[in-house]
Structures are given as C-alpha cells and as structure tokens.
C-alpha cells in the first residue's frame, strides 16, 4: 500500500474544504456573501506573503546576519599601526603557490593521441565490399568472355559464338544499369585508368588482397593527420590509448609515426613489394593504379585527443592540494610597527571578503530577496504547471518550522556531513505528512540554504538533494510503521559510505577520531527517523495532516466507526470490505494512494447506520415488505441521499481526516437515484407539479481525485455485480464495462483527472478482482419444498429497496455518449 500525493480540494483558505451542499440548490441564509468571501480570499493572500516573507528573512537572517565588522585596509609594504590577531582558526588558501603547482601538475601530464586499431580493418572491409559487389555484377560477363574464347579455339563454332556474343551485349547492358562504383562503398572517387586497370585483372581477390595488405603495412607503425599536431624535441613523448582496447602505452620514440603526406608517398614502394610475389609483378599500369588506390584509402589513424588531455591535466590540477596559511584564534600574524608582506595581505584580504560577503546589512538583504525570489519562482511555477502540487497556507507555516529547525541545526552542527544529514530529516518529516511534490520543494530550498549557511562544496549540497530525495522516496513506498526507521538505517549507512569515500578520495587514513565520527553518522540516520516518526505524531494533529502513519492506524477493524457498521449494518460492512479490496486494486493500477482508497472504503457509508433498514444489504429478513413501499419516491430518495450528510457529521465527530471525510460525499457524487426518478415519472399525473431530477440526484461534489474517481467507481460497480444472476468473467466484465461507461457519460468523472488509460486499468483491475471473489461453486439442488417457499417470498418481495445503492434499473435512456469497451 504506497501513498501517492493527492490531489486535495481546495476550500475558501486554501487548505478547507467546505461542507457540500445538492447541485443546483440555493444558498441558505448563513451562507457567504460575496464581500466576506473576497475578505477571506483577501486575508488568505496577506497570510500567505507574510509567510513567504518570513521565510526569505529567516533563510537571510541565518545564512547572513546583518552585524557589521570594520578592517583597516592594508597593501604590500604597509606599517601595521597595531597587532593583528586572527578572530578565529583560519586557514587561508595561498592562491598564488596553489596555481604555480596545479600549472607544474599539467604540464607534467603528456598529450593523450588516440591510435585507432580498427582503420585498417575498416578499409578492408570496404574494399572487400566494394571488390565483391562488382564480381557479382560483372560474373555473368565474365563467364561469357571465357566461354567466347574457348570456342574460338573450335572449328564449325560461329554461330555459337555469335549467340554467345548476343548474349554478351545483353550482360553487359544489364550490369550497366546499377553498376557499383568506389563511391559507394569508399566514399572516394577513383581514375578511369584505376578502373580500366582493376577490370583488367577481374577485381580479383589476389589483387584485393595485396591493396588490404599495403594499406595495413601504412597504418601499422601510426599516421597522423599534420605533424603541426606533435610535440617536438628530443624529450619529447606522449600517451598513446589504443581504441578500442583503451590499453595505454607511453612513446619515447616520435619518428617512427609519419604524417598523412609521407604515408602516401611511401604507397608505391609498399604496392611494388606487394605485388612482386603475385601474378603481375611487371604489369605497370595494375602497379600504379594500385599505388592511387592506396593513397586515396589511407587515412590517419592516430589523432590527439584534446578533450581527454584537457580532462587529465585538470584532473591532476585538482589532485594538488591547496596551500594553506594556518593561523589560530588568537594568533598574532602582523605586530604593530611590523611591515605587511604578501602573505599578510592574503590573510587580511580573505578576512575582508568575508566580511564584505557574509556580515553585512547588504549582504542580508540581498540573500533574503534572492530567498524569496527561488522561493516565489518555484511555488508559482509549482502551481502553474505541477498538477498535484497544493501547498496551502497551513502547508507554508509547516514548511516554516521545519526549515527553521533545520537552518538552527545546521548552524550548531560542527561537521558538514551532520547538516547533510538534518537536511534530509526534514525531507523525511515532510514526506511523512505531506505528499511528495511539496516534499521535494522543500528539499531543494534546504538544501541550497544549508550549503550557502556552511559554505560547503557542491559535493555536500548534492549529497544533502540526493539523500532527501532518496528518503522521499522510501517514505512513498510506506507500508508499515518501520519504514521510517528502515529509512533511517539506509541513510545512516550512506552517510558512512559517503564519509569512507570521501576519506578514500582524500588519501587520508582512518584515526581513531573518524571511527567516532562513523558511528555518530550511523546513529543520526536511525535517531533522526525515530525522531521524525515521533514528531510526525504532534505535526499530524497540530496542522491536521493525513500521513500514510495515521491512514495506517484508521485502516483496523477495531475502530468504533467500523464496529458500529459492522454491527449495525453487517451487509455494508462486507459491501465496504469489498470494495476497499477493489478499489485498492485499481489505485495501485493507475498509480494512485492504494492506503488511501482502502481506507476511504472502510468509512464511506458509516451514515447507513442511522436508518439501516432503508438500504436492501441490510434487509436481513427477505420476507417483509420494503419500508419504500409506503413512502414517495422523492421521501425515499431524501432518506437514501441523507446517509453521506450523516456519515459527513459522524465522520467529523469521530475526528477522521479530511481526505478521508472528501471520499463520503464524492463516492456518490452527483449521480441520479434512477430507480426513484423513474418510479416518479411513471406516478406522475397531469395536476401534479412538474419534477425537478435534481431532487433525485445525491449532493455531490463530484469526484475532485484519481481517488475519488476510483471510489465511485467502485461504490456503483460492486452493487452491481451483486445482482447478477450468474458471476462468470464475461458477465463480471460486461457490467463493469457498462457502469464505467455509465459515470463518464453522466460527466460524474469531469471533475477528477482520471484519463481513459485509466479507466481501462481501472475496468481490468475491478473485473479481475471482482473475477477472483465470485469464483464458480458446485451449486447443490435444494429440497423441493425449500425451493417453493423460496420463490414464494421471491415473487411477493418488493423491489423498491433494490435499487438505491447501484443496482441496475429495469429500463434505461439511450446514452449521446459512450467509451469503447474498457478492461479487455
């Protein structure tokens, strides 16, 4: 059962939700009026600046508090008119030594050239490509000069050679119509003389086999595009990396490598060696049509890489630790009468930064507008453009606290692995009592805050957003109390892992000290979630929060809601049972708050209770007449839609949580009581007064949520398939298709944003589900008499009671609109 954040209604302050009242009904006269509505609004707005205001003072007031500092302004050379002592351990970074030896780190780093190993291969494969295609197109016509020519040698043969020779001409006319050229495969043009010469010998493999073994030959030792891109002199050397294989290799020796000139003039040396041992060793016009061959094939393999000679240098850059002056609080560094150096005005400079960047009315001012701004930009864009997220007033004074707490932590923490870790307990707390979206704002502002508060490195702000975002997310798969300690364990331990790698990084070894300090990083990841579920407890009830915690201790069967129902209305009680099962089944299909349906199921007729005669799963005895009977239809459609005011009223008695108190109204939504509506229309007479369907329909509102939506659903779809006369799958799935069909024709579904992707999850999860709880039985015959007495009572039954809660009507109106069948 995984809580997603839900779409909550949203009432006149932004955070209530008013009680619902019948469609189309008028106002009565303790309703609003129109000013003290615009009141409300106006004091709901002026709330919500002031506390974004505090917010922004409060992130200022932390990160940078307005006291100011004065320090006299000294230069190189400079008599000190007094001591000056450090206010504090400093240790400040001596720019000028820290770049002399990242520069000496660099150039100590050779250039990286990449020599690629599958050039040749490549050439090969395209000059094989190229060599096979034309022996494909030309074999017809070679196989016909052959055959010409043997019979040449034949007396009384002219006329074989002559169709021998039509046949010829009508070879060659067919490989001319797409013959393939070097352009195709080689990317390269050749002479006519190249092709005349390679024809001349049949593009033969023995021919193709020396071109691949020259152009290896080439490439083999490493060709470069421009020696312009080598080093020189007599120390020079590089790094080769060999790709594929990334092997690595470092060469003294740089003559070896020539350029991409020298490559190709070295091919018709490498073309006459290579041909001395073949067929043609003195065919002139094949050798040189083989040396332009080669040259046009030979291309550099070894070429350097920027990127990674860049990546290198700036990495041993980075591996050169800054040089630090170290002074101690106390510690006298210039004496009055003493002449200032350059490392005195480093010293001095680094205290008035901080001064001009940190302790200033300035300073404060500016972090806080720039507070407020992250802060506005990201709730407008929130609100704009992230569906779910509804951070009320209420959630903005929560969200206050929390990362007030968390700053003051942050400030008294001495370590900055510890401020990570409060970031992220804040993170847990709000995810346990608010929905993700708003959980993970709250995480990206605490932890940009925290890292300016402390003036950590991006490594601690990163760890901070990712180890928030990863207890969000482990809250969100909530199914137990334990989660939250689980969730604890696993940040303790990345805390551990992180602080270990950040050591390993450093080249430091491990000292007593930091096995202290492993363990206090363990033991604030599981105190701070045993805290957090502790705290969560007052959070819930001060701000009236619904956490998957207390939906968890509302889903007994123990509470007294559901004692009463069961006692009271046993056959709404399996009715609720049922469909917190189906219900839950479809949520957890489409992605939506399973625990919270499941819930919402258990109470959403709790009102049945107070007349519970008058709904047909309560009639326990078959044989007496229907209290409808003798009532009107517009009297029996008042007592059925009075049990969601009455379960609203006994929901707010009992203190249940106001997503749970939304789903008794929106299970029904604004749906027509059509058993009633047409009992009345077949009574009315012609001096009556017209009907008004309102009247017949239940209050509303309808479904605000996926949740809702399912609810409905539900609700009507389980009261349907009771009344079936069989339960097989076809049967199941057919009416679930239909009541689906039936709530989005009825617009029920216009309010929430359930999609018709949804709908078929929906319609598949009920019908498999439902499927599952009206498995086939053996059906036993019953003893004749029983059987008589049964349809006895089944004949003088009144039906009138059958209706009201989802069963299907004797006649229906034709729909305008319908969906495709849903669930298949």
């Not at 001409?169 to 990317?187: D, H, V």
């Not at 009468?337 to 001095?348: A, F, P």
């Not at 805390?495 to 206090?520: A, E, K």
């Not at 539900?714 to 199941?732: G, K, M, S, W």
């Amino acid at each position: 059962m995984s809580p997603q954040p839900t779409k909550r209604t949203r009432g006149k302050d932004d955070g209530d939700t008013t009680r619902p009242r019948r469609a189309g009904a008028p106002r009565g006269k303790g309703a609003e009026s129109a000013e003290e509505e615009q009141s409300r609004n106006r004091k709901a707005l002026a709330t919500r600046i002031l506390v974004w205001a505090g917010i922004s003072i409060l992130i200022g007031l932390v990160i940078s508090p307005p006291t100011v500092l004065r320090l006299r302004q000294y230069e190189v050379g400079d008599i000190a008119v007094g001591n000056i002592k450090a206010p504090r351990d400093l240790a400040v970074e001596d720019h000028l030594s820290t770049s002399q030896r990242r520069a000496e780190a660099m150039e100590r780093v050779l250039p990286i050239f990449d020599y690629d190993e599958d050039a040749a291969r490549s050439v090969a494969n395209q000059v094989a490509a190229w060599f096979g295609a034309v022996r494909q197109n030309n074999r017809r016509i070679w196989e016909l000069e052959d055959q010409i020519e043997a019979l040449k040698k034949e007396r009384n043969s002219g006329s074989r050679v002559a169709e021998l020779r039509e046949k010829l001409a009508e070879a060659r006319e067919a490989a001319k119509e797409s013959p393939p050229t070097a352009t195709q495969f080689l990317n390269k043009e050749i002479e006519d003389s190249t092709a005349k010469a390679l024809a001349s010998v049949r593009y033969g493999t023995e021919v193709e086999d020396r071109i691949v073994r020259a152009v290896e030959q080439i490439l083999r030792p490493g060709v470069i595009g421009s020696s312009a891109d080598f080093p020189v002199g007599d120390a020079a050397e590089i790094t080769v990396r060999r790709i594929p294989s990334n092997s690595e290799n470092v060469e003294h020796e740089l003559g070896r490598f020539v350029d991409l000139e020298t490559a190709r003039a070295q091919a018709g040396d490498v073309v006459k060696e290579w041909l001395a041992d073949s067929p043609y060793p003195k065919d002139t016009a094949l050798r040189k049509a083989l040396t332009q061959l080669v040259r046009k094939l030979l291309r550099p393999n070894l070429a350097k890489n920027i990127q990674a000679t860049d990546a290198r240098r700036e990495l041993a850059a980075s591996q050169v630790k800054p040089v630090y002056l170290n002074l101690k609080a106390g510690e006298i560094f210039v004496r009055e009468g003493e002449r200032i150096n350059s490392e005195d005005v480093i010293i001095l400079s680094a205290l008035s930064k901080e001064e001009k960047h940190t302790q200033r009315w300035l300073s404060f001012a500016l972090v806080s507008v720039l507070a407020g701004l992250l802060i506005g930009m990201l709730y407008f864009f929130a609100r704009q453009h992230l569906h779910y997220f509804n951070a009320g007033i209420n959630d903005l004074q929560f969200y206050a606290i929390v990362l007030a707490l968390q700053l003051l932590s942050v400030r008294l923490a001495t370590d900055p692995w510890q401020w990570s870790g409060f970031v992220a307990f804040g993170a847990m707390l709000m995810r346990v009592v608010l929905p993700a979206d708003i959980s993970l704002f709250h995480a990206l502002i605490a932890s940009i805050a925290a890292g300016l508060l402390v003036q950590a490195g991006p490594l601690y702000v990163l760890y901070s957003m990712v180890g928030s975002m990863l207890v969000i997310w482990m809250v969100s798969q909530y199914q137990h109390r334990l989660v939250v300690i689980r969730t604890g364990m696993v940040l303790g331990a990345i805390n551990v892992i992180f602080y270990w790698t950040d050591l390993y990084v450093n080249h430091d070894l491990l000292i007593p000290s930091d096995w202290q300090q492993l363990v206090i990083l363990f033991g604030l990841g599981v105190g701070g979630a045993f805290a957090v579920s502790q705290v969560s407890y007052f959070a819930e009830r001060l701000f009236n929060y619904t956490s998957a915690l207390r939906l968890m201790e509302l889903n007994d069967t123990s509470h007294p809601l559901v004692k009463e129902v069961f006692f009271k209305t046993p056959g709404t009680y399996q009715h609720s049972l049922v469909i917190g099962t189906i219900a839950e089944a479809a949520a957890k299909a489409i992605g939506a708050d399973a625990l919270l349906v499941r819930v919402a199921a258990m109470y959403h007729d709790i009102g049945k209770t107070k007349m519970p005669q008058y709904f047909i799963e309560n009639m326990v005895d078959s044989g007496k007449a229907s209290p409808h009977k003798k009532l009107s239809p517009n009297m029996s459609a008042i007592i059925i839609s009075s049990h969601v005011k009455d379960g609203i009223e006994m929901a707010h008695e009992a203190g249940l949580p106001q997503r749970v108190i939304d789903m008794i109204p929106q299970h029904h939504g604004t749906k027509l009581m059509k058993y009633f509506w047409e009992k009345a229309k077949a009574e009315q007479t012609e001096d009556m007064p017209p009907l008004n369907e309102d009247d017949f329909r239940y209050p509303g509102p309808k479904p605000q949520s996926k949740e809702g939506g399912i609810m409905l659903l539900a609700d009507a779809i389980e009261a349907a398939v009771r009344t079936l006369p069989d339960f097989t799958e076809a049967r199941i799935r057919g009416a679930v298709q239909k009541l689906v069909n039936d709530a989005f024709a009825d617009g029920q579904l216009d309010e929430c944003d359930l999609t018709l992707k949804d709908l078929n999850e929906i319609a598949k999860a009920f019908s498999k589900t439902l499927a599952a709880f009206h498995h086939g039985r053996i059906k036993y015959p019953e003893p004749a008499e029983k059987q008589r007495k049964k349809q006895e009572n089944a004949d003088s039954r009144p039906k009138d009671a059958e209706q009201p809660e989802g069963g299907q009507p004797a006649a229906e109106e034709a729909r305008s609109e319908n969906l495709k069948r849903l669930g298949n």
